[in-house]
Structures are given as structure tokens and as C-alpha cells.
């Protein structure tokens, strides 16, 4: 395993972005799935 070290700002946005992403892309899959199960 590499060698740990303190993540810098870009690395923490980076991440971030990438978290809100798939959240986001999850959570509109779920509305779009509820949306067509409700008819």
C-alpha cells in the first residue's frame, strides 16, 4: 500500500464531486423508477 499523506484541496473536491455524482445519479434512477412504477 502506498504511503499515506494529507490529500490536498483539489483532491478533496475532486472526490467530492465524484461522491455527489453518483448519489445524484442514483437518486434520480430511483425517482424515475418510482415515476414509471406509479404510472
Known sequence: MA???RPGR???LWFLGLWA???G???VA???IRAMLAG
Open 30 to 32: 430511483g425517482l424515475l
Open 3 to 5: 504511503a499515506r499523506r
Open 21 to 23: 455524482a453518483g448519489v
Open 10 to 12: 483539489r483532491e478533496i
Open 25 to 27: 445519479t442514483v437518486a
